[in-house]
Structures are given as C-alpha cells and as structure tokens.
C-alpha cells in the first residue's frame, strides 16, 4: 500500500482528524468520489446519514464504513419531523467519537442528495469539537447530468428529495448552491467525454472551481487541501460573491449586466418571466427604485426564482455602522463605489446554452428608470408603485 505521503493523506494539523465534505444531487459521481477517498488516504472512514426513508421509519439511519466494509449502524431520532435536522445534531458528535479514536486519518462525510454543503459545513466549523478540522468540500458532478438537473423545477419533495415537509427548494436552485458552495468539483468517471457543451457550462457557473477527475493521482490531495468556511460564506453574499464572468464558448454563453440606474417596480415585476427562463442559471443582486436602502438578491435556476431582502446598502448606513460591517464586505463596496449612488447598482449574471444575449440585454435595459424618471430624483423614486411587496413583504 502506498505511503500517507504518495495516497495525498491531508494535513489538518498535529493531532487533528481531517474532515472532508462530499455533496451533490449526482448519486452516483458522489459514491464515487467517496470510494475513491476511501480507498486512496489510509485509515479514511465515511459517515452517511441516510434521509430517503426518515419520515417513515421516525429516524435517520447511520452508516460507518471504511474500504473494507460497514464498521458501525445506528440511528439518529427526526428533530421537529425534519431529518436534516436530524443530521445536523448526529454529525458532530460521530465525528467527535471518530476523531477521539485517533485513528481515523480521515473522515469523509458523504451527505445525503438534497442536503447543502454549506449548512453542514457551518455546524462543523461553530459546533465542531477541538480534534478535527474540516478540511475540504467537494461536489460530485456528472457533466452529462449538469444541464437535465440544473434545468429541473420541480419541487424536492416531488422528486423525493425533501429534507423536511416545510422544504420549498427546487432541485435546479439545490443544485445551483451545491456546484457553487464547493471549490472543488470531482468530476466523474468518463468526465473526459463529456460533451463541450457541457463542460463549457460547468465552467462559466463556477470558473474557480478545481476540476479533478475522481480517477485523477491527486484527487484526495486536491479535496482535501483546506477550507476557510468564513471565507466561503463571504463567497457567497450577494454584496460580494465572485460572480462569472462575460464568456462565449461551446454554444454556451455567460452575460454580465451592471447598469447605476435603479430598476422600475413594476417594469421589472412584469419582465420577471421572461428574465427567470431566460438561462439556465442566473444570480446577482438589484436595486429597485422604490427600495433605495434595500439591497436585493437574484437567485434563479430551472425556471423558480428567489428574490430575498439581502440588509441594506452600505451607502445607505451611517457612518459609525461600517464598523459592524465584515472587511470583505466594505472592501467590495469600495472597488464599486459610485461618488452619487455608492455602492448601489445591478449586477446580474445570466449563464446558458444558445442564450439571447443582445435580447436578454435589451429587456433588462427597458426595465431601469428612464431619463426622465431618473431625473425625478429619491424622493420621486420612492413614491413609485409598488411591485414586490408580496415576493418580499409576504403576509404571515
């Protein structure tokens, strides 16, 4: 057997149990990924939590295994009739018991289809005890699947992929979050015949991302490499997350649109349709001209949009408040800063195959304030009608 060294054991520090995060909706790329971690880093042991059959049998079934086979069963009791919340207070103590062992030279925690690997990668970081440390986070993907799964909006629960019975996620925006949370992508075996098409897309959705072959020498060195969770967090907020850039390759095409005017209400409320199934993939953060303090987010896959209040505008803040405000935040303001508007303006992302540029451009440019309406000023803007009260102020 090949030495730690030679296998790409990871480095958590002295003393430390490497932890590494495995999601993804693609089952198969997923298992994969993990066997290959299983069998390449010594002493490596993988934590499933399984949520297929949770609300039927009352708990979540746990399985420790390792290479060789299964070392340990059990199961962990539903939390509020929601299993990923179940797994949320099994995971860290499994992998306190693991790393207590001080022989488990890594802990790959396969999570299950629907779950994200942002919220367990945050219970690790707060809740995780002072012998681990998460090391990496890596989403399967299967090229070949990246189109059918991102193009998907149907409801998790109609899939059979609902984490809990309030879940209102679709399987495109689950997806979407999962492929860009991770900075590594493990692509699957067979991944270097995938069409360009498809590659082209899963380049321009997340263009940082390291791409590794999960047959690849180095995969276990490259999903294990480190992870900075606040860091990740920061990627992210709408105000400051490392957006995709202008591109056009394969057929494939990525529009970058940043306009300082502010959108009209009820322009934008009317085009929304149009813009939601206009890509595949599209996010960013917007200004309505009735909102000016507002900073808002676009999240939109397969066809189901979210628009969420993000917190104020930096410029809308006084000045005693910056100091609350996170360095990575303040330093994104500061490179876009307008001398009238400050940081406010639009900045949405549109990623496709075959998507209408000149057309997407077009429609979003009709939906900003005119020359006129603009010269109206603030205090015109604000007494503009109303258009998203109900997609951002919902009645209890």
């Known amino acids: 057997m090949a030495g730690a060294e030679e296998a790409g054991a ?49 708990a979540v079934r746990r399985t420790v295994r390792s290479a060789r086979g299964v070392l340990d069963e059990g199961e962990a009791p539903l939390v509020n009739d929601c299993a990923c919340c179940a797994l949320r207070e099994d995971l860290v103590p499994e992998l306190e ?17 629907s779950v994200e690997p942002r ?44 984490a809990a019975p309030s879940d209102q996620r679709t399987v495109g925006d689950t997806f979407a979050r999962q492929l860009e949370y991770a900075p590594v992508l493990a692509l699957a075996d067979g991944a270097e015949e995938a069409e360009g098409a498809d590659m082209a897309l899963l380049a321009q959705l997340h263009p940082v991302a390291d791409q590794v072959r999960v047959d690849a020498p180095d995969f276990a060195r490259a999903a294990t490499v480190g992870f900075d969770v606040a860091a990740a ?23 970058v649109w940043e306009r300082r005017r ?27 001209a009735d909102r000016p303090d507002t ?5 939109a896959a397969g066809g189901a949009l979210c628009v969420e209040n993000a917190g104020p505008w930096l410029a809308s803040l006084p000045d005693a408040a910056w100091e609350l405000v996170p360095p990575v935040r303040r330093a994104a303001a500061a ?41 109206g000023g603030p205090d015109a803007w604000r007494r503009l009608p109303a258009a998203f009260d109900e997609l951002l102020d919902p009645v209890s």
């Open 233 to 255: 967090a920061a990627r992210q907020h709408p105000a400051c997350a490392l957006l995709p850039q202008e591109a056009d390759a394969e057929g494939v095409a990525t529009l």
């Open 295 to 299: 900073l808002l987010s676009w999240d």
């Open 97 to 113: 018991r693991l790393a207590d062992t001080g022989a488990c030279g890594l802990a790959v925690v396969e999570l299950w289809d």
């Open 119 to 162: 919220a367990m990668a945050e219970v690790i970081d707060a809740h995780g005890g002072p012998g681990m440390r998460l090391t990496g986070v890596v989403t399967a993907v299967d090229p070949a699947l990246l189109l059918p799964y991102l193009g998907n909006g149907d409801d998790l629960a109609e899939a059979g992929l609902a």
């Open 10 to 58: 990871p480095h958590a520090g002295p003393g430390l149990m490497p932890v590494v995060l495995v999601a993804g909706l693609h089952a198969e790329a997923r298992q994969a990924a993990v066997e290959r971690l299983l069998t390449t880093v010594p002493t490596s042991v993988a934590l499933h939590h399984d949520l297929t059959a949770a609300a039927a049998a009352g």
């Open 262 to 288: 502010p959108f009209h209400p009820e322009r934008l409320y009317a085009a929304l349709e149009d813009l939601t199934c206009a890509a595949v993939r599209s996010r960013g953060r917007f200004w309505l």
């Open 335 to 375: 490179l876009d800063w307008h001398p009238e508007h400050g940081d406010r303006g639009q900045h949405l992302v549109f990623t496709a195959p075959g998507l209408d540029v000149d057309g997407l451009r077009e429609l979003l440019d009709s939906c900003v304030l005119t020359d006129a309406e603009y010269a």
